[in-house]
């Protein structure tokens, strides 16, 4: 927990009491707690953090108190990061038998954004080539996947080392760029975009922009904190009859039909081995600062767990 907002050095473990389930909420028996990048928003206080003294974490893997169901939970307010959570029912899906904790876990709440942004928003048009920014990234390594699946012609994947874009190739991009190059646009356009995902926003979302060809699209799902706002003009866009989409998970976790079929999805493109989720690693309860500190520093591929019971 946090009894303050800070670096990495602030997360203390302690005994709480047991949250108590109100109506439509349930108690999870937590095996593994997922990072999210939002984690390490809240913990410095920003975006919206819940109040301290704070339990962070936004995605489990566990037991339903009750009826003993395994299942992975969304926390909208956070509090993964113990051995009890209390989730919404409403963003709470079973786990299908033979798919384990971690791929259950790591795919729930990435692959949702992905998937959701992919599918309900960015529509990769057949054959189009799609581009992914922090393509080795939580949501990003499963954006590479799923794109092919929804039937993009060539991937392009984005990300800062040279062992990240050979993971990212590994995942199906034909092309991994860097997003330090200091030709990223020229580098981009070479490449003909027709849908740009961006979850990095600042300079490399304006390259994407600038990259794209004439009837695409840029879709944001997230930023760096510290990424500059973006403006867009009207005469901008129109000089490449471009689209400027983005894309909120909450408005899938708040259309339960929506949000099981998205999951189900998930889930089933796992069973088949057609998704995986990479586990970059699982630290111990007692180890969470290190992990942040890895997310922060880029130096993760794929999803971060934390083991709470280690
Ligand atoms: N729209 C939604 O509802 C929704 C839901 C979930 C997540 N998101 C967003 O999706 C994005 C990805 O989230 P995630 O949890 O999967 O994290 P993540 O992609 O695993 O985040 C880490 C990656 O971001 C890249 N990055 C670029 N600039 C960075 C910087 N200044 N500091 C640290 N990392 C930087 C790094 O990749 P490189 O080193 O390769 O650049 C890094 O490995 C975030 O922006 C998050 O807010 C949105």
Redo the contacts with the bound molecule.
Sequence with gaps: MLARYGGPEEFAVRELPEPVAGPGQCLVDVTLAG????DLEWRQGEYGPPPLPAVLGVDVVGRRRGDGRRVVALLRRGGGYAEVACAEEAFTVEVPDGLGDEQALALL??GA?ALG?LELIGRPRPGEVVAV????????HLAVQLARELGAGRVVG????AA?REFVRSLGAEVALD?ADPDLAERLAEQRIGLFVD??GGAVLRAGLAALEPFGRLLS????A?APEDAFSVDELAGRSAGVLA????HVLADRALFERIAGRLFELALEKRLVAHVDRTAPLARVGAAHRA??A?A?KGKVLVDVRA
């Design positions: 990072l999210n990048f939002v709440e990435q954004t942004a920014t922090a393509a080795a990234g939580g949501v990003g984005l990300a800062s080392t990240k997003p979850s990095v799902v997230g930023a760096r510290d894309f909120w998970l909450q997310l922060a880029r993760t």
